[in-house]
T-cell receptor, first 113, second 118 residues
Framework: LAKTTQPISMDSYEGQEVNITCSHNNIATNDYITWYQQFPSQGPRFIIQGYKTKVTNEVASLFIPADRKSSTLSLPRVSLSDTAVYYC??????????????FGSGTRLQVQP | EAGVAQSPRYKIIEKRQSVAFWCNPISGHATLYWYQQILGQGPKLLIQ????????DSQLPKDRFSAERLKGVDSTLKIQPAKLEDSAVYLCASSPRPFRLAGSYEQYFGPGTRLTVT
């Protein structure tokens, strides 16, 4: 089963832009790429979802290259409250042809003042 | 709109005992997921329901885990007997989109149940 890969941790300062990349070499053809944010003792929270090129909402942007084997979550001007773990979620293509929902290992973002 | 509800929030049991978790999804959400999240890891899908039918249970340890979603609304996840390695947070999520629609995974998660097996 193919894995999704993310950096384990990242550090930033308030007001900076943060880019977190997820590698998903075996993404299923029709599947979207979805990103979640998780705070301690809470369930993950949906941030953004995209299929190709660029998607932007009020909290983040998502960049997806043409081959869709990776994606980059961009958080503009982070604040202390953005300190959390960020996960990407894709449907991996199995040898059977079925898809398997696979969360990445998560990137722990620490924002400092 | 009420979110996904789960109970209990915490549970401590001894190995070989049984335990059950309950989930009430967001009203109208047809798709329901159960995940296991071990400390420091991403959530791992255990089972996925579409209404009251199972879509994917390939990663569910069926010798000890079972789940049901009667009437396509609430769901219960049971472990019997529990092992030490089952200590984790069990997350329930629901989605407004049917699974077969174009691989969209916008899910809404509950707070989880933290299980400790001693």
């Amino acid at each position: 089963l193919a894995k999704t890969t993310q950096p384990i941790s990242m550090d930033s300062y308030e007001g900076q832009e943060v880019n977190i990349t997820c590698s998903h070499n075996n993404i299923a053809t029709n599947d979207y790429i979805t990103w979640y944010q998780q705070f301690p003792s809470q369930g993950p929270r949906f941030i953004i979802q995209g299929y190709k090129t660029k998607v932007t909402n009020e909290v983040a942007s998502l960049f997806i290259p043409a081959d869709r084997k990776s994606s980059t979550l961009s958080l503009p001007r982070v604040s202390l409250s953005d300190t959390a773990v960020y996960y990407c979620l894709v449907g991996d293509r199995r040898d059977t042809g079925r898809r398997a929902l696979t969360f990445g290992s998560g990137t722990r973002l620490q924002v400092q003042p | 709109e009420a979110g996904v509800a789960q109970s209990p929030r915490y549970k401590i049991i001894e190995k070989r005992q049984s335990v059950a978790f309950w989930c009430n999804p967001i009203s109208g959400h047809a798709t329901l997921y159960w995940y296991q999240q071990i400390l420091g890891q991403g959530p791992k899908l255990l089972i996925q329901f579409q209404n009251n039918g199972v879509v994917d249970d390939s990663q569910l340890p069926k010798d000890r885990f079972s789940a049901e979603r009667l009437k396509g609304v609430d769901s219960t996840l049971k472990i019997q007997p529990a092992k030490l390695e089952d200590s984790a947070v069990y997350l329930c999520a629901s989605s407004p989109r049917p699974f077969r629609l174009a691989g969209s995974y916008e899910q809404y998660f509950g707070p989880g149940t933290r299980l400790t097996v001693t």
